[in-house]
């Protein structure tokens, strides 16, 4: 596949084919709303309000959408261009109905791991839609529902994997699985937790990092032995009334298990295009429900290895603000909406390259914008997040060019270019 693509257009595969019932439309009165605050409008509340999720609410709102946003912490990015918002810990379960029967949002749209997804299922049975469903959302905000469910269920090919409830058996199953391995809890979000564990002597270290890392009260961690890559990617799916639609797919780099570069598209053989789009395509009919997944994907010297899915927009998938018409965002509204994706049309190749915080302050500034804005065919966009962390993202830059190659190179030297500057007393 040539790196320097012009003009692509992806249509769905089954454009042209009867609709089976997952892809029915839920009747043209679910697709006209009101303006936000009147009677009649259409209410989205979302479950997580960071950086995916500030870009998810801003592109409801171009339909009209009225919005609330929900974290954990105050002046989450989303909660800053949302109608309004709410502090709350959603992995409380009573304190997450509640909130949601007063709201009674016509839609319910996680963005985190960290949710009591028990009580999404018992919103949905009552009524309540939930995007897609509340069964994805608790399958893949678990690591070992979606391993199990992807290896044992569906066949797909997956790495060699172990579950460990404490550290005894984590030095079990990495013994077993040999090392390097790689040790992830069960419930944790942009490679929080995730280490390498290169010796038997790691493990402990590895167990630690876990515990530390982990979103949610267990000490349930997942095992997985070393897969000889030569790249990974994430192969965004879109699940509309259209049918199913995937992006190119999109190359990525990732340091500590969080994602630091992307890339679209990502060269790969027709044949491995195919094998990756059969995975897709039956991780996400198994999930059901509308809406964008990202299905992230492991390329070796021979095969296409499932890893991990996640039934939203993805941190990798920043790069489509830049490269094609629709951005994931936009695809993923559009679809939970209940309105058609024809297409999706790659408008130029292109990269993203994140800032990073080295310190946590809550007294700090982004500098360097001037400088990085003065790259050719670059955009910036600043999360505006209220405190840093070391290794949480701050920024992201974006660069589009002929060919993928130039791309990436401008977008790293336009991320090099911003600081997160502390400011001293």
Same mark, same amino acid.
């Given at each position: 596949?040539?790196?320097?693509?012009?003009?692509?257009?992806?249509?769905?595969?089954?454009?042209?084919?009867?609709?089976?019932?997952?892809?029915?439309?839920?009747?043209?009165?679910?697709?006209?709303?009101?303006?936000?605050?009147?009677?009649?409008?259409?209410?989205?509340?979302?479950?997580?309000?960071?950086?995916?999720?500030?870009?998810?609410?801003?592109?409801?709102?171009?339909?009209?959408?009225?919005?609330?946003?929900?974290?954990?912490?105050?002046?989450?990015?989303?909660?800053?261009?949302?109608?309004?918002?709410?502090?709350?810990?959603?992995?409380?379960?009573?304190?997450?109905?509640?909130?949601?029967?007063?709201?009674?949002?016509?839609?319910?749209?996680?963005?985190?791991?960290?949710?009591?997804?028990?009580?999404?299922?018992?919103?949905?049975?009552?009524?309540?839609?939930?995007?897609?469903?509340?069964?994805?959302?608790?399958?893949?905000?678990?690591?070992?529902?979606?391993? @199990?469910?992807?290896?044992?269920?569906?066949?797909?090919?997956?790495?060699?994997? @172990?579950?460990?409830?404490?550290?005894?058996?984590? @030095?079990?199953?990495?013994?077993?699985?040999?090392?390097?391995?790689?040790?992830?809890?069960?419930?944790?979000?942009?490679?929080?937790?995730?280490?390498?564990?290169?010796?038997?002597?790691?493990?402990?270290?590895?167990?630690?990092?876990?515990?530390?890392?982990?979103?949610?009260?267990?000490?349930?961690?997942?095992?997985?032995?070393?897969?000889?890559?030569?790249?990974?990617?994430?192969?965004?799916?879109?699940?509309?009334?259209?049918?199913?639609?995937?992006?190119?797919?999109?190359?990525?780099?990732?340091?500590?298990?969080?994602?630091?570069?992307?890339?679209?598209?990502?060269?790969?053989?027709?044949?491995?295009?195919?094998?990756?789009?059969?995975?897709?395509?039956?991780?996400?009919?198994?999930?059901?429900?509308?809406?964008?997944?990202?299905?992230?994907?492991?390329?070796?010297?021979?095969?296409?290895?499932?890893?991990?899915?996640?039934?939203?927009?993805?941190?990798?998938?920043?790069?489509?603000?830049?490269?094609?018409?629709?951005?994931?965002?936009?695809?993923?509204?559009?679809?939970?909406?209940?309105?058609?994706?024809?297409?999706?049309?790659?408008?130029?190749?292109?990269?993203?390259?994140?800032?990073?915080?080295?310190?946590?302050?809550?007294?700090?500034?982004?500098?360097?914008?001037?400088?990085?804005?003065?790259?050719? @065919?670059?955009?910036?966009?600043?999360?505006?997040?209220?405190?840093?962390k070391p290794g949480r993202r701050m920024a992201v830059a974006l660069s589009a060019a002929e060919d993928v190659e130039t791309a990436r190179k401008t977008a790293k030297e336009a991320a090099n270019m911003l600081k997160v500057e502390v400011n001293h007393v």
């Open positions: 596949m040539p790196s320097t693509i012009a003009f692509l257009e992806l249509n769905p595969e089954n454009k042209d084919e009867k609709r089976s019932e997952q892809f029915s439309s839920e009747g043209e009165e679910f697709k006209m709303w009101g303006a936000p605050f009147s009677a009649k409008a259409k209410k989205m509340l979302l479950l997580g309000s960071g950086e995916l999720g500030k870009e998810v609410i801003i592109e409801a709102q171009r339909l009209g959408v009225e919005c609330i946003a929900v974290d954990r912490y105050e002046l989450a990015p989303a909660m800053q261009v949302a109608h309004r918002s709410h502090c709350l810990d959603m992995q409380d379960a009573e304190a997450l109905k509640a909130l949601i029967r007063e709201e009674k949002p016509d839609i319910i749209v996680p963005e985190i791991e960290a949710i009591a997804t028990g009580a999404l299922e018992e919103l949905e049975q009552e009524g309540f839609h939930v995007v897609p469903t509340a069964r994805a959302a608790r399958l893949t905000m678990d690591r070992e529902g979606i391993r @199990r469910l992807a290896a044992e269920k569906l066949q797909l090919p997956t790495a060699a994997y @172990r579950f460990a409830d404490h550290f005894e058996q984590l @030095r079990s199953a990495v013994q077993e699985l040999g090392t390097p391995c790689v040790v992830k809890p069960l419930m944790s979000s942009s490679g929080k937790g995730q280490s390498v564990c290169r010796t038997l002597e790691d493990a402990e270290s590895c167990w630690n990092t876990a515990l530390e890392g982990a979103r949610a009260k267990t000490t349930r961690v997942i095992v997985e032995a070393f897969v000889p890559f030569e790249s990974e990617i994430t192969l965004l799916t879109v699940r509309s009334e259209s049918g199913t639609t995937f992006c190119p797919p999109i190359g990525h780099i990732q340091k500590d298990g969080d994602y630091v570069e992307s890339w679209q598209p990502h060269g790969m053989t027709d044949k491995q295009l195919s094998e990756a789009q059969d995975i897709a395509r039956t991780i996400t009919d198994e999930l059901g429900g509308y809406g964008l997944f990202g299905v992230e994907l492991f390329l070796t010297a021979d095969s296409v290895i499932f890893s991990e899915v996640s039934p939203r927009p993805h941190d990798t998938g920043m790069v489509t603000m830049i490269t094609q018409d629709l951005s994931e965002f936009a695809l993923h509204v559009r679809a939970i909406l209940g309105f058609p994706v024809p297409s999706v049309t790659l408008l130029t190749p292109g990269a993203s390259a994140t800032l990073k915080a080295e310190v946590a302050t809550r007294d700090f500034a982004i500098s360097g914008l001037h400088d990085a804005l003065l790259l050719p @065919r670059t955009q910036v966009r600043v999360f505006g997040k209220p405190e840093t």
